[in-house]
């Protein structure tokens, strides 16, 4: 007789001394596994649900705000705890994010302050610190981290200020103990500009920056004089941006619905195209460096690629009223818009349709919307003068979190993923309160789309083939488009 | 590394055509080579398996039906010898039984009252109970904590300390019991022939189904989809989900009254022991009978074990075969006789290798080797398990619990694509109104009824007697004329009703052998 029995010893099974973890043997064999997907579709719904019940996007404002409408935000792109934000009294105010406490505050302007930038690291050649410390003849140690701010104003001017980005939430001086010099906070310089100033932009890594107004023009940081002007027609520029990567080309939006291209190795523009209704603002994907993204007057925003641009290759509807900015998240997945609507909304790179719509009581309508730069939160400007900080995941929670709930917080992620299509999940996922004008202009313009829509396969039903042609929703905001000779 | 073979998941209608669209196309390969990784690291975890199954095999002229428990127990290690053990309770029989799920608790009750739980291994006693009632079967809930005994009149559920929690007054002379652990649903059936589902969470009776087919003489759950399994006394087997008051299916499974009937965990197989003395092991995936076998009295009980092993109580005689799915077996695995005495219950003992029996004068725990799954999977169900595993594992059982509506006869259906035609399904919407228009029918029937009440008075006048007595029971012209003319009438009727609820009437339809040239 062979004979063997299953004889589990309890040693192997059963902790020894209570300090010790019981072993918690797998088996992965679907037949001791059953109603897997039954269970899982109830997890995923209950990991649905709870993510709803987590979503709590408003994290705090900063500070008291401005005492006018925030029209500006800069980003520090070295530093994720700061934030300049622009106001329209002329005020500009530089914050330390974590603390949301102010750190400086310079009456910048006369009127409104319209164009904002953090220059973008500091660069040797240009800043003139240096030579402080080899005038004594020895090299003191400067601080090159030292943030500069540019404003510009209606008052046509354009303002270089410093500011000490190391100082931390509690008032201590970071460089001053490190026994490194600080340059002194303030004013630094001031340019003239001949006409009022709209928009305003820094080189990434050259000493030059470019502003829109009445003309596009291109500024050295050393002098006083625009270098040149890169002006392609005569209407006023609202906004220009430099791209981040493909660091030589910026793109400009104009009074004249055009969207302009620029290259400043050649000093000229290089295409132009016009748009059904006016661009609000402009971003540069971070990491594509060909694609930018259009916040447009007629609700939508619109996703763009430089090498083609008789079409857009996205478009983001939802808003119920003119987009006013639109931001990339650092890692180009995401887009946040925000809108005269009163509403922020949060859209994936890829997405046609916002995945989360933020809002409150008190905000009016919101002019300006940035990413921070761990892409974590989104930082919002708004008519009544409070800087907002959300969080661009609204149920995900910053701290550490132990293995166990990443592992859960991953694992739901995954299945929620996975089930998304099925109804209630959809549904309870879908699922946002909104202000009751939004709802309700939401509903008529929906009305009026369809009834376009249908008014369009009329006229195409009725008409010649030949006569009428289907266009796409990405082709419509394209009116014409013009390449410099 | 194992072979990925019982790894796999055999979803229905999953398609490998190409569609023109790329990105689903690449979306669809993306998944399809997740699928296979997963199925390829899981079955390299075979390695990781800590134990192996048992066996017993003959050896030269030995046949492995011929060893007796007692030359087992001298081949076999202490601690599975312990494992073997006979009560003996000639007072309160004929005895029924039931293990937890985790097989680390035993159950059981006497006919005459009797009930106990017990750590079988460890030797406690948990609670002891004398009802003066009869029980006729008893059965635990998810967890040790729990038990439900179906008594003279009513179902009761009592705790682990034995106190009587409730009284189910729905459930009315049941003689059987069964629970649906991700469901939380207990079941009962017996004397009255309806099948009754309650919620033991909410204490909700889910529902109720008639089942229109006398006495229910036996009942299993399908462990792979809930699906409940009747034995009926006209040898049918009827398959039952609590959302249809019809059966899911109906097997003529044997052409005596069906006596006990059990289902293996992944679902596949059925098999039934009829009263005719037939042992029959169904394919329940195509309702096909596989194999026949015979017991030479009719069986009382059958189990299957994890691993696949069928047992067998028949008069005193326990029989246990192995490989009952794969092939026709020649001759038995293991024989069992408890002298004078009838077999009620046999259960195999999950992740052991053990069957337990109950009969007239107790429980016997006989040593079947091979017959329990060697490696438990200690997220599903813990043998070992401590009050706090146990305590958290209860709370992860409700929060998963299923619905009850989601028993369906393929139970990975969810998730997956109606491929129903789009005019076949119902929007939501229009579900919805459908919902409100059947509800406020039945709200204006139910006022309706309270209007009308019955002219005519009752059948049995004594004067219609008379007349049912006289009639005589010939088919004569004049009877056929008044059938054919009432037929009519009733076929006017039906089509009047019809338009008054809105269905739409019929087109004629071409008779079968011209349609195809409609």
């Given at each position: 007789?062979?004979?063997?029995t299953?004889s589990?010893?309890s040693?192997t099974?059963?902790?020894?001394?209570?300090?010790q973890?019981?072993?918690?043997?797998?088996n992965?064999?679907p037949?001791?596994?059953?109603f897997?997907r039954?269970?899982?579709y109830?997890?995923?719904?209950?990991?649905?649900?709870?993510?709803?019940?987590?979503?709590?996007?408003f994290?705090?404002?900063l500070?008291n705000g401005h005492?006018?409408?925030v029209?500006?935000?800069?980003k520090?792109?070295?530093?994720?705890?700061?934030?300049?934000?622009?106001s329209g009294d002329g005020?500009?105010?530089?914050?330390?994010?974590?603390?949301?406490?102010e750190?400086?505050?310079f009456k910048?302007h006369y009127?409104?302050?319209?164009?904002?930038?953090?220059?973008?690291?500091?660069s040797?050649?240009s800043?003139g610190?240096?030579?402080?410390?080899?005038?004594?003849?020895?090299?003191k140690k400067?601080?090159?981290a030292t943030?500069?701010?540019l404003?510009?104003?209606?008052d046509?001017?354009?303002?270089?200020?410093?500011?000490n980005?190391?100082?931390n939430?509690?008032g201590q001086?970071l460089?001053a103990?490190?026994?490194?010099?600080?340059?002194e906070?303030g004013l630094?310089?001031?340019?003239l500009?001949e006409?009022?100033?709209?928009?305003?932009?820094?080189?990434r890594?050259?000493?030059?920056?470019v502003?829109?107004g009445?003309?596009i023009?291109?500024w050295?940081t050393?002098?006083?004089?625009?270098?040149s002007?890169?002006?392609w027609?005569a209407?006023n520029?609202t906004?220009?941006r430099?791209?981040?990567?493909?660091t030589?080309?910026?793109?400009?939006?104009?009074?004249?619905?055009?969207?302009?291209?620029y290259?400043?190795?050649t000093?000229?523009?290089?295409q132009k195209?016009?748009?059904t209704?006016?661009?609000?603002?402009?971003?540069?994907?971070p990491?594509?460096?060909y694609?930018?993204a259009?916040?447009?007057e007629?609700?939508?925003?619109y996703?763009w690629d430089m090498?083609?641009?008789?079409?857009?290759?996205n478009?983001?509807?939802d808003?119920v009223s003119?987009?006013?900015?639109?931001?990339?998240s650092?890692?180009g997945?995401?887009i946040?818009?925000?809108s005269?609507d009163?509403?922020i909304?949060l859209?994936?790179y890829?997405q046609?349709?916002?995945r989360?719509?933020y809002?409150?009581?008190?905000?009016q309508?919101?002019?300006?919307t940035?990413?921070s730069?761990?892409?974590?939160?989104v930082?919002?400007g708004?008519d009544e003068?409070?800087v907002?900080?959300?969080?661009?995941k609204a149920?995900?929670?910053?701290?550490?979190?132990s293995t166990?709930?990443r592992?859960?917080?991953e694992?739901?992620?995954?299945l929620k993923?996975?089930y998304?299509?099925?109804p209630?999940i959809?549904?309870?996922?879908?699922?946002r309160?909104l202000p009751i004008?939004?709802?309700k202009?939401?509903?008529?313009?929906r009305?009026?789309i369809?009834?376009?829509?249908?008014r369009?396969?009329?006229?195409?039903?009725?008409?010649?083939?030949?006569?009428?042609?289907?266009?796409?929703?990405?082709?419509?905001p394209?009116v014409?488009?013009?390449h410099k000779k | 590394?194992g072979s990925t073979g019982?790894?796999?998941?055999?979803?229905?209608?999953r398609?490998?055509?190409?569609?023109?669209?790329k990105k689903?196309?690449s979306?669809?390969?993306?998944?399809?080579n997740?699928?296979?990784?997963a199925v390829?690291?899981a079955?390299?975890?075979?390695?990781?398996?800590q134990e192996?199954?048992?066996?017993?095999?003959?050896?030269?002229?030995?046949?492995?039906?011929?060893?007796?428990?007692?030359?087992i127990?001298?081949?076999?290690?202490?601690?599975t010898a312990s494992k073997r053990?006979?009560?003996?309770?000639?007072t309160?029989?004929?005895?029924?039984l039931?293990?937890?799920?985790?097989?680390?608790?035993l159950?059981i009750?006497?006919?005459?009252g009797?009930?106990?739980?017990i750590d079988?291994?460890l030797?406690?006693?948990d609670?002891?109970l004398?009802?003066?009632?009869?029980?006729s079967a008893?059965?635990?809930?998810?967890?040790?904590?729990?038990?439900?005994?179906?008594?003279?009149?009513?179902?009761?559920?009592?705790?682990k300390t034995?106190?009587?929690?409730?009284?189910?007054?729905q459930?009315?002379?049941?003689?059987l019991l069964?629970?649906?652990?991700?469901h939380?649903?207990?079941?009962?059936?017996?004397?009255?022939g309806?099948?009754?589902y309650?919620d033991?969470?909410?204490?909700?009776?889910?529902s109720?189904?008639?089942t229109?087919l006398g006495?229910?003489?036996?009942?299993?759950?399908n462990?792979?989809n809930?699906?409940?399994?009747l034995?009926?006394?006209n040898?049918?087997?009827?398959?039952?989900s609590p959302s249809?008051s019809?059966p899911?299916?109906?097997i003529q499974?044997?052409?005596?009254?069906?006596?006990?009937l059990?289902?293996n965990?992944?679902?596949n197989?059925?098999?039934v022991?009829?009263?005719?003395?037939?042992?029959?092991?169904?394919?329940?995936r195509?309702f096909?009978?596989?194999h026949?076998?015979?017991?030479?009295?009719?069986?009382?009980?059958?189990?299957?074990s994890?691993?696949g092993l069928?047992?067998?109580g028949?008069?005193?005689?326990?029989?246990?075969?192995?490989?009952?799915?794969?092939k026709?077996?020649?001759?038995?695995?293991?024989?069992?006789?408890?002298?004078?005495?009838?077999?009620q219950?046999?259960?195999?003992?999950?992740?052991?290798?053990i069957?337990?029996?109950s009969?007239d004068k107790?429980?016997?725990?006989?040593?079947?080797p091979g017959?329990?799954?060697a490696?438990?999977d200690?997220?599903?169900?813990?043998p070992y398990?401590?009050?706090k595993?146990?305590?958290e594992s209860?709370?992860?059982?409700l929060?998963?619990k299923?619905?009850?509506?989601m028993?369906?006869?393929?139970?990975?259906v969810?998730?997956?694509v109606?491929?129903?035609q789009q005019?076949?399904?119902?929007t939501p919407?229009?579900?919805?109104?459908?919902e409100?228009?059947t509800?406020?029918?039945?709200?204006d029937?139910?006022?309706m009824?309270k209007?009308?009440?019955?002219?005519?008075?009752?059948?049995?006048s004594?004067?219609?007697?008379?007349?049912?007595?006289?009639r005589?029971?010939?088919?004569t012209?004049r009877?056929?004329r008044?059938?054919?003319?009432?037929?009519?009438e009733?076929?006017?009727?039906?089509?009047k009703?019809?338009f008054a609820?809105?269905?739409?009437?019929?087109k004629?339809?071409?008779?079968?052998?011209l349609?195809r040239?409609?």
């Amino acid at each position: 007789m062979k004979i063997k029995t299953i004889s589990r010893s309890s040693d192997t099974y059963l902790p020894v001394r209570n300090t010790q973890e019981a072993a918690l043997p797998r088996n992965l064999n679907p037949e001791l596994h059953p109603f897997e997907r039954a269970r899982e579709y109830k997890r995923a719904l209950t990991a649905t649900k709870l993510e709803r019940m987590f979503a709590q996007p408003f994290v705090g404002q900063l500070g008291n705000g401005h005492r006018d409408g925030v029209y500006s935000i800069a980003k520090n792109m070295k530093s994720v705890g700061k934030l300049a934000t622009g106001s329209g009294d002329g005020v500009v105010k530089y914050w330390d994010v974590g603390s949301k406490e102010e750190l400086h505050s310079f009456k910048a302007h006369y009127g409104m302050c319209s164009g904002l930038v953090v220059v973008p690291g500091t660069s040797r050649d240009s800043d003139g610190e240096t030579d402080d410390g080899e005038g004594e003849g020895k090299k003191k140690k400067v601080v090159r981290a030292t943030g500069k701010l540019l404003s510009c104003g209606a008052d046509k001017t354009i303002k270089l200020w410093n500011v000490n980005d190391q100082k931390n939430n509690y008032g201590q001086n970071l460089a001053a103990t490190s026994g490194e010099t600080v340059m002194e906070e303030g004013l630094m310089k001031t340019y003239l500009s001949e006409h009022a100033l709209q928009s305003m932009d820094h080189h990434r890594d050259q000493p030059m920056f470019v502003t829109g107004g009445a003309q596009i023009e291109l500024w050295d940081t050393n002098r006083t004089r625009p270098v040149s002007n890169l002006s392609w027609g005569a209407d006023n520029i609202t906004t220009v941006r430099f791209n981040m990567t493909e660091t030589s080309v910026l793109a400009s939006a104009g009074s004249d619905n055009s969207l302009i291209l620029y290259d400043i190795r050649t000093n000229s523009p290089t295409q132009k195209i016009r748009t059904t209704m006016r661009n609000n603002a402009i971003c540069w994907n971070p990491m594509e460096a060909y694609v930018f993204a259009t916040a447009n007057e007629d609700h939508n925003a619109y996703l763009w690629d430089m090498r083609n641009m008789s079409r857009s290759i996205n478009v983001f509807k939802d808003h119920v009223s003119a987009v006013m900015d639109v931001d990339f998240s650092p890692t180009g997945q995401e887009i946040v818009t925000g809108s005269y609507d009163k509403t922020i909304r949060l859209y994936g790179y890829r997405q046609g349709h916002s995945r989360d719509i933020y809002h409150t009581k008190r905000m009016q309508h919101v002019f300006i919307t940035k990413f921070s730069m761990d892409s974590k939160y989104v930082f919002s400007g708004s008519d009544e003068g409070n800087v907002r900080v959300w969080r661009s995941k609204a149920s995900e929670r910053s701290g550490a979190k132990s293995t166990k709930l990443r592992m859960k917080l991953e694992y739901d992620e995954k299945l929620k993923e996975r089930y998304a299509y099925m109804p209630e999940i959809k549904r309870i996922s879908r699922h946002r309160h909104l202000p009751i004008a939004v709802k309700k202009a939401g509903e008529i313009k929906r009305i009026e789309i369809e009834s376009l829509k249908k008014r369009d396969e009329n006229r195409r039903r009725h008409t010649k083939k030949s006569d009428v042609k289907f266009v796409s929703e990405r082709e419509k905001p394209v009116v014409g488009q013009v390449h410099k000779k | 590394m194992g072979s990925t073979g019982k790894y796999e998941r055999h979803l229905s209608g999953r398609k490998n055509g190409r569609s023109r669209d790329k990105k689903l196309n690449s979306n669809m390969k993306r998944l399809d080579n997740q699928y296979k990784d997963a199925v390829k690291s899981a079955a390299n975890t075979d390695i990781l398996l800590q134990e192996d199954a048992g066996f017993l095999e003959a050896e030269g002229m030995e046949k492995t039906f011929k060893f007796t428990q007692d030359e087992i127990v001298e081949n076999v290690d202490v601690g599975t010898a312990s494992k073997r053990f006979e009560l003996d309770l000639p007072t309160f029989g004929p005895y029924t039984l039931d293990y937890t799920r985790n097989g680390r608790d035993l159950l059981i009750g006497g006919k005459k009252g009797h009930v106990a739980s017990i750590d079988w291994r460890l030797g406690k006693l948990d609670c002891e109970l004398n009802l003066n009632e009869t029980v006729s079967a008893v059965k635990y809930l998810h967890n040790n904590q729990y038990f439900a005994v179906a008594q003279k009149k009513y179902v009761f559920i009592y705790d682990k300390t034995g106190m009587e929690l409730h009284r189910l007054k729905q459930h009315i002379d049941c003689t059987l019991l069964d629970f649906l652990p991700y469901h939380f649903l207990l079941t009962s059936a017996g004397n009255t022939g309806y099948l009754k589902y309650h919620d033991v969470s909410t204490s909700e009776l889910v529902s109720e189904h008639r089942t229109k087919l006398g006495p229910t003489q036996c009942m299993r759950q399908n462990p792979w989809n809930a699906v409940m399994h009747l034995g009926h006394s006209n040898g049918q087997v009827t398959l039952w989900s609590p959302s249809m008051s019809t059966p899911l299916a109906k097997i003529q499974a044997t052409k005596g009254p069906v006596r006990s009937l059990a289902i293996n965990r992944n679902g596949n197989y059925m098999v039934v022991a009829g009263a005719d003395k037939t042992l029959k092991i169904w394919d329940i995936r195509n309702f096909q009978e596989l194999h026949s076998y015979y017991t030479p009295t009719q069986a009382n009980t059958v189990d299957i074990s994890d691993t696949g092993l069928i047992s067998v109580g028949w008069g005193p005689h326990v029989t246990v075969w192995k490989d009952c799915f794969k092939k026709k077996q020649q001759s038995p695995y293991m024989n069992h006789m408890i002298p004078s005495s009838q077999i009620q219950t046999t259960r195999f003992v999950p992740f052991e290798d053990i069957l337990g029996v109950s009969h007239d004068k107790g429980i016997s725990s006989l040593i079947v080797p091979g017959s329990g799954e060697a490696n438990y999977d200690s997220y599903e169900l813990n043998p070992y398990e401590s009050s706090k595993q146990r305590q958290e594992s209860e709370v992860r059982g409700l929060m998963n619990k299923l619905a009850p509506d989601m028993i369906t006869l393929d139970p990975n259906v969810i998730g997956t694509v109606d491929k129903r035609q789009q005019q076949d399904r119902l929007t939501p919407a229009a579900m919805k109104e459908l919902e409100l228009k059947t509800k406020k029918d039945q709200d204006d029937n139910k006022d309706m009824k309270k209007l009308i009440k019955p002219e005519s008075r009752g059948k049995n006048s004594a004067l219609r007697k008379l007349k049912r007595k006289q009639r005589k029971n010939v088919i004569t012209e004049r009877a056929q004329r008044i059938e054919s003319v009432l037929k009519k009438e009733k076929e006017l009727r039906k089509e009047k009703a019809d338009f008054a609820n809105g269905v739409t009437k019929k087109k004629d339809v071409i008779s079968d052998t011209l349609s195809r040239f409609s």
